[in-house]
C-alpha cells in the first residue's frame, strides 16, 4: 500500500438479525460477484457468519433478535479495527442496516468519531411504536444512545455516536415517521432530508454534511450507506419501498466528497436485496456506482 493512499479491505457482514431473511443476506456475494473487489482493488478481508433468526420480539426490548444484535455486534467491530489496524479503509458488505453498530462500536473503541448516514429513511424509531421490531428501523437511534440498554450501550461505550457528531442524509420517510409516531430526531443531530439536498443541491449539501464531520474534535467519520436512499425506479430492490430518491450521480457525488476529505475511514452498503433484483440491473448499477466513487483507494488520513 502506497503511503499516501490506503488500500480497501472488504468484510462481508452479511447479517439479517435486524431485518427478517428474504434475501439481503446475499448483499456481498451479489456485488462481489460483480466484479467491485476488483474495481476497487480491495482485499477480501474477512467473511462474518450470524446467529439463527428469531423471529419473536425479545420482550425485555421489543426488538428482534436483540441479544444475538448485541454478542455479534462486537464480532464485527474486532474485524473493523483489525482493517484498521492494517492502515486500510474497510469497506463493510451487509446485511441489513443493524450493522451499524458493529461499525461504530469499532470506532467508539478509538476514540470519538462522526457518522455520515445516507438512507431513504432516518431509522430513528424506538421499539414501543416500530410496528416490526426490527432493529433496522431503529439503527441510527441506538447507535446515538436512544433505545434499549443492550443495544445502546455495547461494551458500556454507549453512545457510540454522540448526537451532534452525526447526520443523517437523503431521507424522505417524514410522513411515514409521523403516521407511526417515531419519535423526532434530536435537535443536535445534523438532517439534510432529499428535499433540503435537492433545494441546496447535492454537492453543496454533501459538502455542509462533511464540512460539520471533520471539525475540530473529531478522530473522522464513518458513512453508511442503505440501498434505499436512492430512487425507487433505479433501486426496486430494497424491502420497504418508497418513491423518489437521490439518482447514481448524486449519490456518487456525496461519496466522492466525503471520500475526498480524507478524514472518512470506512463505508457500509446495506439493505440491498437481490432476490428482487429481477434482472440484476440495479445491483451492477450499485456495484458501479460505489466503485466510481471509492476508486482503487482511499486518500491517506488527513488529521488536525
Known sequence: M??????????????????????VERLPEQLLGSGLAERLQARRAARLETPAYCFER???TMTLNSRAIAEWSPQLADA???????????????????????????????????????????????PEVNPNGEAASMDLAFATGHGPQLLIDLEGRGPLVRDEDAVVFGFRDADEQAAYGSQPLPAALRAFDLAAVRRLGVERAARAAVD??????????????????????????????????????????????????????GIEMTIYNPSLDVDGAAGRGLASTLSRALGSSAPARARH
Open 212 to 265: 460539520h464531520l471533520t471539525r475540530e474534535g473529531l478522530d473522522g467519520f464513518f458513512i453508511h450507506v442503505d440501498a434505499d436512499c436512492l430512487d425507487d425506479d433505479i433501486m426496486p430492490a430494497v424491502d420497504y419501498r418508497m418513491a423518489g430518491g437521490l439518482s447514481w450521480d448524486e449519490l456518487a457525488s456525496t461519496l466522492q466528497i466525503a471520500i475526498g476529505s480524507a478524514r472518512a475511514v
Open 2 to 23: 502506497s503511503g499516501l493512499r490506503r488500500r480497501y479491505a472488504i468484510i462481508e457482514a452479511p447479517s439479517v438479525l435486524g431485518l427478517k431473511p428474504t434475501g
Open 58 to 60: 425479545d420482550p425485555q
Open 80 to 126: 473493523v479495527g483489525a482493517v484498521l489496524d492494517a492502515g486500510e479503509f474497510p469497506v463493510v458488505l451487509g446485511g441489513d442496516c443493524s450493522i451499524l453498530l458493529g461499525t461504530t462500536l469499532a470506532l467508539k473503541r478509538r476514540g470519538r468519531y462522526g457518522l455520515l448516514f445516507i438512507d431513504g429513511h432516518a431509522d430513528f424509531y424506538q
